[in-house]
């Protein structure tokens, strides 16, 4: 590989047309490729949702959520399997494990379980898969129209979202809060008793009517015909006219039986509502292989062209503008990336001469258009995760680029000409910079192995920066020589006593007494330098521990919880007051509400919430972050205060995987009275702790139910049967579905039930007759309470005791919590796991402390690989766990706590402080074998290589200057952590690294004395 630079200087030609080649599929490759907020993440979770009407929560876990449950936990690669039931309604979460990378062949094994295990559920209950449940639908826009009806609002969302359908990068588009309008058959009680006819004859003559019955096919003048026998329902007339039985010798019709009309579903199962007026929601997701930024502008033009034909007074709102915060997102990291590379090359200039400066801003440009190109192939997404490691490996990267410059002029200085400068300055380098770029490869590369959420998360942060270094090694072999025999030129020729050459005089001057006086007493250098990696790992707790920092987002979100039974208008009435209050606010752009389930998946970290009527969501959009950081903390006492009948609380979007609560107590056990028991000591212990809101449990709050009790000998009597008994109970108060009436793309369903007043009457239960026989001859009703909801984790009833955080970290409430439930002591069989953001945190930390072991072994590897002795490598490897104090130092410093980001950056300075030990040793090696003797050698190392190692320490920190005063909060740890730990690692480096090595490798040491380098050293040079 020494040959490389011979050759490109030779067939510059060649290189150069390969290199416009691939500046021009990079460019290309920049500009067609997908734009996200962040990286894709792999599909590790599903939900079966199963209804079962009428059923109780005991018979709904006993009967359905336990047989899925457990079925599913047999499925391969399933880690946790929780049932949750409520009243006529099952929920199943299957969380797959790690490994997989592909979600399909999971998500195949779950279905043909979930059809082994479909014949042993009740007759009727169907479970389906909710295949959206990971899905995001990155814009969600609400429509509003004034004073129409349902149906016309309905229409215009329609249109509008088949417009929206039919663009080019929009993959899925659904409407969410549209009332279907139905047909109500509302009985008359009197008229069914006058003609002595039941009410499930009034469904099953609607149903016979509207009927699909194959009747084949004929031949009419040579040509086939279909049959059709149906006589379809068209209308409210023709469901009025409907024949149900002959009485006294003529047909009695629908229409004397029951008040026939147009209606809409009440109570509805869900409500949106937009701006404080009732609308409709269309959720819009992409293609897999579109970019957001380019969905943005299609569903504004989409917008745009049905606007014409809206009628006066319709509205449309972004509810959910995800394209709008990518383009911020990644124009800021593009800001700041080409800061960073203006910053580092006028850096790089001071030190080296402007036209040397120059260079090796060419080189890092071209290396970062060249990384461009590559993770194209790699099918890697233009990120703020692979923005933000091109801004890491800048100061790697650069790294190249000055130490083969500064060789070339290095040997310019010595009389040679450029050409044979060029060639032999990036030849003699080949194995060091070779060496370097694996190194640093190997503090990376690791974290593509992480799995999981996180893993997910960091995959492009590991790709990215190997690429750009490979990159770099690609263009100081074949690009710099040919950059280096053009334009470079010795630094007496661009002035060698500028200010910055001054400065690193004055440095190496000071330098020089104090390398010395480490290596005539390196215990004490060592001890030191050891004594402030304890401090800093003493200093550690004090952080305070963050998971993930909130999002930047000018956007919030707002949950409503109502007590368990309240229905779904109840609940609207409470979110319309919190809606009043919030649209008060100053800032506060747009308001969309979602009664009776949550608002669809807008963000990746927000999971979205099945239907429940006591449950609303609501989506808040600010005009900029500020406003929105500013209102969740104000917004959220105003409203609990204010807004009575429910748990209001008021949420940012975080970062990282989804935890929900970031306290969550879990409680197992076979005994539901010592769960119950042990949730209520925990409950209280943990509201005891300053800083915890809306504490709660997973149990609910029991419920109300009307038990209608079959009398079976009765019922056998009367000659009738218990499933006739059942039906006729459902019409009275829920009403049943008796056909539905077609028309162009809509079903309106048929709906036979009793009128509006009865409805709500207990009392009208006896009205009805079955098969002639009043029911209340064969059933009564009897007030009862059931629990309103059961859950079934890994086997196990579990009941978790959940809070919210404000005003501290979750993980200093927890230790609090810790220190205050010492003296508790649960019954008997109950278990108590801790989860949330401390489950999720341990769970990330110890696999990147994998991915940290895994790059250090790379790491040892190569080091023995180019030094050929293990006592060195190990003296250069010492360099990793030095470059912590002072990482610990910047977090502490910058008010920045310790969590999955910083120790991310804390994992990052491996590779990086590495290297600046093999630039240190590399060059002692060759002075000792020179017949230098080891404390001058690596003094002499120090000093001559002191301009190369600064510089690349403060390339490195100028690079992330930019991103740690930017506004992106997520990554300031991560900045901090890494630009204090390169300013601590680089003292280290020059002066506690020699030390440990004069202490392993110093036997027989005399300062000052002429001697041979002894035979360990000999053998790592040679």
Sequence with gaps: MSGLPAFALRRKSLVLAGLLLAIFWSLYAGATMQRREDPGTTQRQTAIVTVFPGATTHDVEQLVTKKIADAMRGVTH????????????????????????????????????????????????????????????????????????????RDAAKRLADRISRQRDVGFVKLVGEQVQQVNVDLDVAGLQ???????????????????????????????????????????????ATSVAPVGGRAVRVGDLAQVGAAYPDPPSELVRVDGEPGIAIAVQAKETSSLTDLGPEVKDAIAAERSRWPAGTHVAFIADQPRSVDDRIADFGLNLLLAVAIVTGLVSLFMGLRNGILVGITVVLTIALTFGAIKLLSVDINQISVLALIISLGIIVDAGIVAIDNIEHHLRLGEDRATASARGVATLWMPLLTSTLVAMSSFLPFRLMGGGIGDFVRDLAVVTCVSLAMSLVVAYFVTPILGEWFAVPSSQIGQTSIFDRFLDAVRARYVPLATASLHRPWITVGAATGAVVLAVLWLPHLGVQFFPSADRAQFFIEVNAPDGTDIRSTARIAANVERAVRAQPGVTVVGSFVGAGAPRFYYNVLQQQPKPSYAQILVDTSDIASANRLVATLAPHLRAEVPGARIDVKKLEQGPPVGAPIQLRLQGDDPDALARSAAILRSTLAAVPGTVAVRDSLGQPTTTLAARIDPQRVAETGLNAADVQRTVALAFGGTTATAIREADRQTPVVVRLPPARRGNASAFGSLAVHGVPLAEVATLAPATQTSVATYRDGSPTVTVLADVEGRLASDVLAQFRRAANGIRLPDGVRLTVAGEDEQTATSFRNLLVAVIVGLLINQMILLWEFRTLRLSLVVLSAVPLGLAGAIAGLALTGQHFGFVASLGIASLGGIVTNHAI????????????????????????????????????????GLLPLAFSAQTLWRPFCWAVIFGLGGSMLMTLVAIPAIYRIVAGRGFAPGAQRQPSRELAGAVS
């Design 194 to 240: 006058h003609y002595a006819i039941g009410a499930a004859d009034v469904v099953n003559a609607l149903a016979a009517r509207n009927g699909f019955v194959p009747a084949g096919l004929v031949a009419v003048d040579g040509r086939l015909a279909q049959v059709d026998p149906s006589d379809a329902l068209r209308g409210v007339a023709d469901v009025a």
């Design 78 to 153: 399933v880690l946790h399997v929780e049932g949750t039931s409520r009243p006529g309604i099952s929920e199943v979460d299957v969380v797959f494990d790690d490994v997989i990378n592909e979600a399909g062949p999971t998500l195949r094994d779950v279905r043909d379980r979930l059809g082994d295990v479909s014949p042993q559920l009740p007759p009727g209950v169907q479970p389906s898969i909710v295949d959206d449940v990971w899905k995001t639908y990155p814009v969600v826009l609400g429509v509003r129209q004034d004073g129409a009806t349902p149906r016309e609002l």
């Design 919 to 958: 630039v240190l040793f590399e060059y002692a090696k060759r002075e000792m074998e020179a017949g230098e003797p080891m404390e001058r050698a690596l003094i002499l190392a120090g000093t001559t290589r002191l301009r190369p190692i600064m510089l690349t320490v403060l390339a490195s920190i100028a």
